[in-house]
């Protein structure tokens, strides 16, 4: 098979995976894309610089694929960023309910100054 369309065919895989995770474990989802990318590259460090005019078709097809993949893996990195910041407020929140007293506000001070 050409290499070219072995990198087309992992492309596809790693579209179809970023389309479809559905509910699915992230980690699971990041290790599985990570592994798929590395191979693809390992196959693209082997081409060699003179190439047909199908393969250059396949590259631009490749290319036009990637660039939607980095635009889903931007939105599954949005959702990371987005559970983390949730996750930092729900323990501020928590810690605030269980330390209540903790915090002394400072609102105003009396001074006497009758002496």
Not at 82 to 90: G, I
Request: aromatic content about 6%.
């Amino acid at each position: 098979m050409n290499k070219f369309q072995e990198i087309y065919d992992l492309t596809l895989i790693i579209s179809d995976i970023l389309k479809n995770t559905g509910n699915k474990d992230r980690d699971h989802l990041i290790e599985e894309v990570t592994s798929l990318i590395n191979k693809r590259q390992v196959m693209l460090d082997q081409l060699q610089p003179s190439y047909s005019d199908q393969e250059k078709l396949l590259g631009t097809k490749i290319a036009e694929l990637d660039q939607e993949n980095n635009k889903l893996l931007k939105m599954v990195l949005n959702e990371i960023k987005r559970d983390l910041t949730n996750l930092k407020k729900r323990k501020s929140t928590q810690n605030r309910y269980e330390n209540s007293y903790a915090r002394v506000y400072n609102d105003g001070v009396f001074l006497d100054k009758r002496n």
